[in-house]
């Protein structure tokens, strides 16, 4: 099948893809804000139905719950479908960057969460084919590791960092934005980022590289982490678990 022919936009767009918005960009563009809220609507409805049919010992994939399944597929493909094509549309990019994914949430019941992780990670994962296929879109992955918690200005890493699914306040430098903006941008940098980029990289490792590179760059003057180890930051070092290795630990304890 020959490539359709696209006049490219833009060198390269990066994203952050989960299920409270759909897909985010580096330029604060939010693409998808209520698939999450359709998602939690079918979540209560195939609950419900399961729940019924526990309670009269009867097996749950009956015709009404097959039909209901069928339905938040068709939604899942319909969405992605229509994000990607509008994406294509605005910025017409010559290559896409995105995370390696993981599609699922805590807060959705288990049996949608396998419909979502099964069915949802595969629709993704067709659309960008087809998009390399259809347009000669290069398509990259990187890996996810800690992109939501850490500082895409300071580079400090912290489960902190992230109050709320959608707040993202830097404990230290105090940068904030939305937390999934945030971490397409740290997803842009691992574009560029041998050391930190690889999908197979484990997440101990991806820590590790993050936390010796922090330590580092707070002595150095044009860093944006630079500053005064003041006893507040030396308390918050000590009371961040991710230091606990770091040559700063035991000065930070002392203090705190």
């Known amino acids: 099948v020959p490539a359709k022919i696209i006049k490219f936009k ?31 609507k079918f979540d209560t409805i195939i609950s419900e139905l399961s729940k019924n049919r526990q309670r009269q010992r009867l097996k749950t994939a009956s015709p009404r719950y097959k039909k209901l399944v069928a339905k938040i597929r ?32 805590p807060d959705l019941s288990k049996r949608l969460n396998r419909i979502i992780q099964n069915f949802g990670k595969g629709i993704i994962e067709k659309k960008l084919q087809t998009l390399n296929e259809e347009y000669g879109i290069e398509i990259k992955k990187v890996n996810p590791a800690y992109t939501s918690q850490t500082c895409n200005s300071c580079h400090y890493v912290d489960k902190r960092n992230r109050p709320t699914q959608e707040k993202f306040s ?12 945030c971490a397409s941008r740290n997803v842009e940098i691992r574009d560029e980022d041998s050391e930190l980029g690889g999908i197979y990289l484990s997440r101990k490792t991806i820590l590790n590289t993050l936390v010796k590179r922090f330590v580092k760059q707070i002595s150095r003057p044009d860093s944006r982490a630079n500053g005064s180890l003041t006893p507040d930051r030396l308390a918050l070092l000590a009371s961040n678990p991710y230091f606990k290795d770091s040559e700063l630990w035991s000065q930070s304890k002392r203090v705190a």
């Not at 830097?170 to 903006?181: E, Q, S, T, Y």
Request: overall charge positive; aromatic content about 12%.
């Open 10 to 40: 833009t060198e390269k767009i990066t994203g952050d893809i989960g299920l409270k918005t759909l897909f985010s960009i580096t330029n604060g563009n939010l693409f998808g804000r209520g698939f999450y809220r359709k998602l939690c």
């Open 74 to 105: 068709n939604f899942i493909k319909n969405e992605v479908n229509r994000i990607f094509n509008r994406i294509i549309k605005l910025y017409a990019p010559k290559k896409i960057v995105i995370e390696n994914l993981n599609f699922s949430s």
């Open 170 to 181: 830097c404990k230290w430098c105090g940068k904030k934005l939305h937390a999934d903006v």
